[in-house]
């Protein structure tokens, strides 16, 4: 890595745009399907170092699945320097600092390890082989660890070690009892063995209270949770006398997987392997939280009844309208619903924790604190959806000064950062069009920092706000991607930037004002810059079904001939809630270079975040409830008619095509809109979305044992006798997102509708849903190619 340094309004300036390069070297699909080492291989898992004046990084090592590990300085002419294997212990990765930032701990090869900032000393605490997880500083300066269920608090001063708390699953032992009715009573005055034998045991059971009793130091009382239950996770208050746990019943459906064939083994035999469950098969869990008193060894369970719409039945529309469709009515009926624990986080005195929940409808997710007193819920924050609670921008903490919490919440229409005092009102500290993320709070607590898209849904940048005159500054200026870490001294920001056609990179620039960035790293290869790529414009396409701009990338050809009429591609994003047509890298490089290739060969290239995309709010996310496939569907129709009256494309020479999500909205287009494509590609497609997971698709389409109707709307199957263009599907057949099954089903349907003249399937033994082998991608790009090239 060589060391260059540029001001972020010049960031670009070695990754010029199309126009200003000299060179005319072409891409080629065997480069761009080629091992992406090639581009150069950027940092992982960055970081600062404990002293603020480094950083630490991984880095894939050339032709290698092997990383190593790097520290580098944050000035000009810095050499970074390769961790060799005896001093990797003395890296802090996933460090968990004191509540002042004055020690830090972590773990290495299952050891703890604990070091001074001031004096840079750092000493192993433990030498054991014994499994550890749980670090945390208790508010006394001990350090508790845990070991299975089984909590430690360690003295760094004495190595003192000390069992804090056991759980345990199962019931507590019985306790032994004189018999109490007449047979019983009998029983022992007539058989003298088993008057013997109850005997020795309260005699045995006394000598054991007695020792313990006399003991110096006696070992807590273990909590048992219950009977035929998993615990899914725990959170210790600071001084450590008081614990959250939640619990789950054991048996239920997501404990159950099911099964995937793999053909290709070392053996040569078929392989069953183990894959996730279905959105039809599972059954809602059934979890209890409990608040444990470590000093008396007791448990409370917390009671759901404290929330309010605890008891809602929240999709009764929903099923009113799918038994409608039976002849049969609904009745309304509320009953307690199943909640499912997100986590517990603790005030830093230990005061006070509040909890995050959500319903298992995905309708509601609450926030209560806790009084410790009586063990009741106390409701700080309701967020409802008609239609799913975001599984991102949940974000939630407490600031130093221990009476106040933020969170996030999208209850304006976009994730914006909120802040709480408990029991009091809530103040929004962020507020517009534009999404609020990625939240570090100072240690003083007198800064809150983050991340946003506010000058443009593709653009993100770094701000703060002063928490005590909510005044807002933007820190960087750099365009494109962005991500940050806030240094341990907190003078500081380390950066990880991206453009359209530059690969990320790292910067370093201060914490407390908009200054100049220093890049610091220099990943991207030689190789790569040689090419000619063009930067993408991001175009707003006017819809004709929403007020709201539809953001795309648009890629030109290389060679205008304005009087001739162009073909096009529609390239169709996957992950459903993901955003791409941003101004960072991509994380489809492939496919960007991809788009470059065909721009070489005349084409216009679309790339467009229809509605579902991530990065544009709440309501652009939940216009697809119950219905995927057809507002995005008519968002990619919009883009299409931009490119028949923008770029001069004939819109008898359009393909699309797309992985995952973007294969099945392919083929959603193909079977309900045969006029949109001259051709496409659904890549590891969605065919049926009760073969899907069950926590990505009853967001957004319930279950189909409560509402089919959204199933059937939205899953391509029921569409297929609409395909009337040609179709190529591309399927891994060990993806264990996507299963085989998806394709093999649709095939078969295809079949017996007898379209034989128009699909083609194409399968890839090895592969799982992200494609690793070159020879696979290039096989499955080839035929891609092949067929635009054939149809259009």
């Not at 759980?167 to 032992?173: A, R, T």
């Not at 409370?300 to 719409?309: A, E, V």
Request: aromatic share 10%.
């Amino acid at each position: 890595m060589k060391k260059v340094i540029l001001i972020s309004s010049l960031i670009a300036c070695s990754f010029l745009s199309s126009e200003a390069q000299t060179t005319d070297k072409k891409i080629t699909l065997k480069k761009v399907m080629s091992d992406p080492d090639w581009m150069g291989r950027p940092a992982q898992n960055w970081r600062w170092h404990y002293k603020s004046d480094k950083i630490i990084y991984s880095q894939k090592r050339l032709n290698s699945p092997i990383r190593d590990s790097f520290v580098d300085g944050i000035d000009a002419g810095d050499t970074p320097n390769q961790v060799d294997a005896h001093s990797l212990h003395t890296l802090s990765n996933r460090a968990v600092w004191n509540a002042d930032k004055s020690k830090l701990i972590y773990l290495s090869n299952g050891n703890i390890f604990m070091r001074a900032v001031a004096t840079g000393k750092l000493k192993q605490l433990t030498f054991t082989s014994e499994s550890k997880t749980g670090l945390q500083f208790l508010s006394t300066g001990k350090i508790v660890f845990r070991s299975g269920w089984t909590y430690y608090s360690l003295n760094p001063d004495n190595f003192q070690l000390a069992e804090l708390a056991n759980l345990k699953i199962g019931k507590p032992p019985k306790s032994i009892k004189d018999p109490k009715s007449y047979v019983a009573k009998e029983q022992h005055k007539l058989i003298e063995y088993v008057a013997k034998k109850h005997a020795e045991k309260k005699a045995a059971k006394a000598h054991r209270d007695a020792l313990k009793e006399a003991a110096p130091a006696s070992l807590p009382d273990s909590i048992y949770l219950g009977k035929e239950v998993t615990i899914r996770w725990s959170s210790l208050s600071p001084t450590g006398d008081k614990m959250i746990v939640a619990t789950r019943e054991k048996g239920d459906a997501y404990n159950k997987k099911d099964v995937m064939p793999n053909y290709i083994t070392g053996d040569a035999s078929v392989e069953a392997v183990k894959a996730r469950v279905r959105v039809g098969t599972t059954t809602p869990p059934k979890e209890k939280l409990w608040l444990l008193d470590l000093k008396s060894s007791t448990k409370l369970q917390l009671s759901i009844k404290d929330l309010d719409g605890f008891d809602e039945d929240v999709l009764a529309s929903v099923k009113q309208e799918n038994m409608q469709r039976d002849g049969k009515s609904y009745t309304s009926q509320n009953a307690p619903r199943n909640i499912v624990f997100w986590r517990a986080l603790w005030s830093p005195n230990g005061a006070d924790v509040a909890v995050m929940m959500e319903a298992h409808d995905n309708k509601d997710r609450w926030i209560a604190t806790v009084d410790l007193s009586t063990a009741k819920f106390k409701q700080e924050h309701r967020l409802h959806d008609d239609a799913w609670i975001n599984y991102h921008h949940n974000q939630m903490g407490w600031l130093p000064s221990s009476d106040q919490f933020f969170y996030q919440s999208e209850e304006d229409g976009y994730a914006h950062i909120y802040l709480k005092k408990p029991g009091q009102k809530t103040i929004q500290l962020t507020k517009g069009s534009y999404v609020a993320d990625r939240i570090t709070v100072t240690k003083k607590g007198d800064y809150l920092y983050y991340r946003a898209n506010k000058e443009h849904p593709g653009v993100f940048e770094i701000y703060r706000v002063a928490l005590a005159s909510g005044k807002h500054e933007q820190l960087t200026s750099l365009g494109g991607l962005i991500d940050y870490r806030l240094s341990p001294d907190e003078s500081s920001l380390l950066l990880e930037h991206s453009k359209t056609i530059m690969p990320p990179e790292l910067f370093v620039q201060s914490a407390h004002s908009n200054s100049k960035a220093v890049q610091i790293s220099a990943f991207t290869s030689e190789e790569f810059k040689s090419y000619s790529w063009q930067t993408p414009e991001i175009v707003e396409v006017k819809s004709d079904h929403h007020d709201r701009p539809i953001y795309a990338r648009v890629y030109r050809p290389v060679a205008q001939h304005d009087a001739i009429k162009k073909r096009a591609v529609m390239f169709i994003h996957g992950a459903g809630y993901l955003q791409n047509a941003h101004k960072g890298w991509s994380g489809y490089f492939r496919e960007f270079m991809f788009h470059q290739m065909l721009i070489q060969k005349g084409y216009v290239v679309m790339d467009m975040d229809w509605r579902a995309s991530k990065g544009y709010g709440r309501d652009w996310r939940t216009a697809i409830y119950r219905q995927m496939g057809t507002p995005e569907v008519e968002d990619i129709r919009s883009g299409i008619n931009f490119m028949i009256e923008n770029e001069n494309v004939d819109p008898k020479r359009i393909g699309g095509y797309g992985g995952s999500y973007g294969g099945f909205l392919t083929l959603m287009a193909m079977f309900k809109e045969p006029d949109l494509f001259a051709a496409g590609s659904a890549l590891r497609l969605v065919s049926d979305w009760t073969s899907y997971n069950h926590g990505y698709t009853s967001n957004i389409l319930n279950t189909p044992q409560v509402d089919p109707i959204a199933f059937e709307r939205s899953s391509p199957i029921y569409f297929a006798e609409g395909l009337q263009k040609p179709l190529l599907l591309n399927a891994p057949m060990v993806d264990s997102n996507v299963f085989f099954q998806d394709t093999v089903r649709l095939v078969q349907r295809l079949i017996e509708l007898e379209k034989t003249d128009n699909f083609e399937t194409a399968i890839f033994p090895v592969e799982n849903h992200g494609f690793t082998e070159p020879s696979s991608w290039l096989d499955e790009y080839r035929r891609i190619f092949k067929l635009f090239e054939n149809n259009l």
